[in-house]
């Protein structure tokens, strides 16, 4: 992956959450509520059963090449700056995906097996990582919570907010629920970043296609609001950026489902 911050660089940076007196989260406080966010996650594996990087290497490896093409696109303004990381929970009954700020990707296995090429996933990935560039968590919260309160739930001073937080995140809530606009914004950005690897970027507006036929996609859409416009706007999108296709690799994403648990 292009970033990975090292345990005592992560430190430096945690510690450095309490101390930021900005008018705005700062890019760190990004990543130290995303590390936030993530330790819960893994440390709760009842409920999100994900799977060790250690046992299913390929299937991280996989994920992370596809993503890793995304951040090369110019259209990433904070590559270098965010702690990309893939998590895959293993739940087949959820058709679903959520991010957290700081560049943090949960994947659930349903949604892996729903998907019809590696070109889909791309899409997947390219409109969760336009969420985090944009930061559109991070405003959410800020609509809900003041600075100092933000400020402490990155420093890890606030569990029953982090927890709150979570809940949003996977299912969508007042707070926490992407708007249209969001919705909107991270489909241009992402149609914009599938242009710029040799995916076929026509297979965003196809991963929609997909999961709108999908009879359990609750989850998903809970968190990212549909609207009827999205499709014929993603389409001029399409256009306007050149109208071409690439490739899907669907032989080998069927490989990669394969591998799934």
Not at 89 to 96: A, G, H, L, M, P
Not at 190 to 206: H, K, Q, R, S
Request: aromatic content about 10%; hydrophobic content about 40%.
């Amino acid at each position: 992956m292009k970033k990975h911050l090292h345990i005592p660089l992560l430190l430096l940076m945690l510690a450095s959450c309490s101390e930021d007196k900005s008018v705005f989260p700062t890019l760190t406080q990004d990543v130290c509520i995303g590390w936030r966010i993530d330790s819960a996650i893994t440390a709760n594996p009842a409920q999100f059963n994900v799977l060790e990087r250690s046992k299913y290497a390929a299937i991280y490896s996989y994920t992370e090449e596809i993503l890793q093409q995304l951040l090369e696109s110019d259209g990433v303004r904070n590559a270098e700056a965010f702690s990309w990381q893939i998590r895959v929970i293993n739940d087949k009954s959820v058709i679903s995906a959520f991010v957290a700020p700081g560049g943090y990707f949960y994947l659930y296995t349903g949604i892996l097996m729903a998907l019809d090429n590696e070109a889909q996933l791309a899409g997947l990935l390219a409109h969760q990582l336009a969420h985090i560039d944009c930061r559109h968590i991070t405003k959410m919260l800020l609509r809900h919570y003041d600075l100092s309160t933000f400020e402490s739930i990155a420093a890890g001073l606030e569990q029953a907010e982090l927890d709150s937080i979570i809940h949003g995140l996977v299912n969508g809530s007042s707070t926490l629920k992407y708007s249209c606009s969001n919705e909107h914004e991270a489909d241009s950005k992402a149609m914009e970043y599938l242009f710029d690897t040799g995916y076929d970027p026509y297979e965003l507006i196809n991963m929609y296609r997909k999961l709108l036929t999908c009879s359990v996609v609750a989850q998903f859409f809970a968190i990212h609001p549909w609207d009827d416009g999205r499709i014929e706007n993603l389409e001029a999108a399409w256009k306007n950026l050149g109208a071409r296709h690439g490739e899907n690799y669907t032989e080998r994403y069927l490989d990669f489902k394969k591998s799934l648990p």
